[in-house]
């Protein structure tokens, strides 16, 4: 009898979006049950053969039954049971039934098969998804067990082999009587006052429900972990009725028993590996998806509103290059401890995969529901992390979305959050911002600009052109700093002003600075091999760039490959990445090649946030003062201040944006050493800089 036949019935689309994420679960869970021990098979939620063990196909349990055929072919079941198997299926109800087969050399063997439904916790446990199927070898007992179900001696037989335990509870006197044999069960099956006390308090209410619904002489199928002092976690099975007597009034309950603890641990561990990231115990991103397609039925169907927050690490990268992967998972843990306390406990927090969490909040009210936890979190995160005898903090970067509006999509929520986790970053990390839809148009502007840039790497359109850098006291050339140009084939010479997401992205960023650097190295060797005096080169450093921990060696290396002395080469280092996060790398980095010939420049200084105690722990040549103080008039006390520090710490003081003879005069007063702007030369090809050099008629 097909099964399909008597399921067949007109599906609401609600329903039938339900069935298909179902079986899609279905399949997942399949791919674990392959796996157990022990003789298992899996049907989805329309009882079609979606998995078997290897051990149930090497015992040939059920062996006509292939793969994708609905439970009622193969004598699975027998006819008669197909309603039970439907009703597992439904309502949840288990049930079990001896199987009898005939094994490769044609010996009889009788299996006892367990039929229980596997149900969606995030339901309440009312939705099923698959029907789990275990089979155990009862040949030699079973035909003692089949004539057991009609004579009471035999009965205790087929109560022995199980392990079951009957209760019977006599509602007129009180009286308990127990049989069957598992006395380690009858002492936690039995109670004072109330049948209920046995249940735990987690389950209890779920289970008083059920009884308050059970009509007189119905049988019901509970399923509930014991309520122990121990506190040792043991689930059982009972399947409960009330008999009438004479007088039709309720005479006695009577509870068959079976402790399920290890059906119940192996299905939670086979779960745990589908559906649980492993390090975290957070649900992964396939029990993610699976709940934020829950949020969006309910959306579309209740208009029920929700959030999204997605959440990444800031320098997880670095947190595991510096101070090892051990230390990375530690903050991993310890950031979804975070997480659970600082967000309900009916919200699903999540991990994606790397350090990317998320969050789906429901039944939100406003913003604010989904705001406040992210305020608790951030204030959890200010909490230092001990991990091996070493304190270090952690900070994130939070990205979150609201879907409140019915005629939106809430499809659509994922990438929203992505959108404003990227501006999150942008805007420094460590924060948390909300979406709005004027996002979504500069984030695709971005993306755009940065295709272009990989596709202009590919195309060698980028470049150097150089500025010089005059030593004011001896009024000749010092050097240039290396300039990156890009020449766009539409829009002619860009300046990086016009290109900076690229220097943003780190893996853009490290490829822009390889090609920097090679190409300024380059035009070295062809100037000393032509004569020209051009001083020393500059050349622009980003953080990303020093994340490798080689960057001396590497810089080194090429020296050498180009055959450039170390005394023409100057790198610049703005202060935000000599005091942003790895400074100790960097500073060992400038100190390897300090000591090597090359020179070091603090660039834009006054703009970030260094201190004294930092200019004197590294080793700096030149502080460069950022053009923004050049240019106001009002800062005229900051420029004075600043070359009085470099002075008086033996470093020489460049002035950048120089523009007109005013200014040169007033930095040359207040003892100013070198400076750069447009007043003496705009930044310019490498081919016209032999020619200015002798144009300024200066031979340094």
């Not at 399949?27 to 053969?49: I, K, N, S, T």
């Not at 305020?375 to 609201?402: C, N, V, W, Y």
């Not at 000749?476 to 539409?490: C, D, I, Q």
């Not at 005229?636 to 033996?650: D, H, P, Q």
């Amino acid at each position: 009898m097909k099964i399909e036949a008597l399921a067949a019935q007109p599906v609401p689309e609600a329903d039938a979006a339900t069935r298909a994420l179902a079986k899609a679960r279905a399949r997942a869970f399949g791919e674990f049950v392959r796996e157990v021990p022990f003789a298992a098979a899996l049907l989805d939620r329309d009882l079609v053969l979606v998995a078997v063990s290897r051990e149930w196909a090497r015992q040939g349990i059920a062996p006509s039954l292939t793969l994708g055929d609905d439970a009622g072919a193969g004598g699975l079941v027998a006819s008669e049971d197909v309603g039970s198997l439907l009703i597992c299926a439904e309502a949840g109800i288990a049930f079990s039934r001896y199987l009898p087969t005939v094994d490769a050399e044609g010996a009889q063997r009788v299996w006892r098969t367990e039929f229980s439904a596997c149900r969606d916790a995030a339901s309440g446990g009312e939705e099923t998804y698959a029907v789990m199927i275990t089979a155990r070898d009862v040949t030699g007992y079973a035909d003692s067990v089949l004539r057991a179900e009609r004579d009471k001696q035999r009965l205790t037989m087929a109560l022995e082999l199980d392990d079951l335990l009957v209760r019977e509870y006599d509602l007129r006197t009180k009286e308990v009587y127990f049989s069957g044999h598992a006395p380690a069960l009858q002492k936690y099956c039995t109670f004072k006052d109330d049948p209920l006390e046995i249940v735990d308090p987690e389950d209890r209410q779920r289970c008083a429900d059920l009884v308050a619904t059970r009509k007189i002489g119905e049988a019901r199928v509970f399923e509930f972990k014991l309520n122990r002092e121990d506190g040792v976690e043991t689930w059982v099975r009972s399947v409960g009725k009330v008999f009438v007597g004479a007088d039709g009034k309720p005479e006695k309950l009577v509870n068959l028993f079976k402790d399920i603890t290890d059906r119940r641990r192996q299905t939670e561990a086979i779960e745990t590996l589908a559906f649980k990231d492993p390090l975290t115990g957070l649900p992964n991103r396939a029990l993610f998806q699976h709940r934020f397609q829950e949020a969006v039925t309910a959306s579309e169907t209740l208009g029920e509103m929700f959030g999204l927050i997605m959440i990444d690490v800031d320098h997880f990268k670095d947190i595991n290059d510096s101070l090892g992967h051990d230390a990375g998972d530690a903050l991993l843990k310890r950031l979804a401890g975070m997480l659970q306390r600082a967000f309900r406990s009916n919200d699903t927090v999540a991990r994606l995969g790397g350090d990317e969490f998320a969050v789906i909040l429901r039944g939100l009210h406003g913003e604010a529901d989904m705001t406040r936890p992210i305020g608790k979190l951030q204030d959890l995160l200010r909490q230092p992390i001990e991990h091996g005898g070493r304190s270090f903090t952690a900070s994130a970067s939070i990205g979150a979305a609201l879907h409140g509006d019915p005629d939106a999509d809430p499809a659509h929520m994922i990438k929203n959050a992505d959108i404003a986790l990227y501006r999150a970053k942008e805007a420094g990390r460590n924060r948390s911002i909300v979406f709005e839809p004027s996002m979504r148009s500069e984030v695709e502007r971005r993306l755009e600009l940065l295709r272009d840039v990989r596709a202009a790497l590919v195309e060698n359109e980028f470049t150097l052109f150089y500025q010089p850098v005059v030593d004011i006291r001896e009024n000749k050339v010092a050097g240039f700093e290396a300039l990156m140009r890009w020449v766009h084939p539409e829009q002619g010479v860009l300046t990086p002003a016009r290109f900076m997401a690229a220097f943003e992205d780190q893996d853009l960023s490290l490829k822009l600075g390889d090609v920097a650097f090679e190409a300024a190295l380059k035009q070295m060797r062809q100037w000393l091999e032509d004569g020209v005096e051009f001083g020393r080169v500059a050349v622009n450093i980003s953080s990303a760039q020093f994340r490798s921990g080689r960057l001396a060696e590497e810089i080194q290396e090429r020296l050498a490959r180009w055959n450039v002395p170390c005394e023409r080469l100057t790198i610049e280092v703005t202060e935000n990445v000599y005091m942003g996060w790895g400074s100790d790398l960097v500073s060992s980095t400038v100190k390897q090649l300090h000591d090597a010939g090359v020179m070091i420049a603090l660039d834009d200084f006054g703009t970030g946030y260094a201190s004294l105690a930092n200019l004197r722990q590294f080793p700096i040549d030149r502080l460069k003062i950022d053009k923004s103080f050049v240019q106001n008039t009002e800062d005229e006390a900051i420029v004075k201040a600043v070359i009085t520090l470099g002075s008086s710490m033996g470093m020489k003081v460049v002035a950048e944006g120089v523009e007109d003879a005013a200014q040169l005069k007033a930095l040359e007063h207040y003892g100013c050493d070198q400076v750069q702007g447009y007043h003496f030369g705009r930044p310019m090809p490498a081919d016209e800089v032999a020619g200015f050099l002798k144009g300024f008629g200066v031979n340094p």
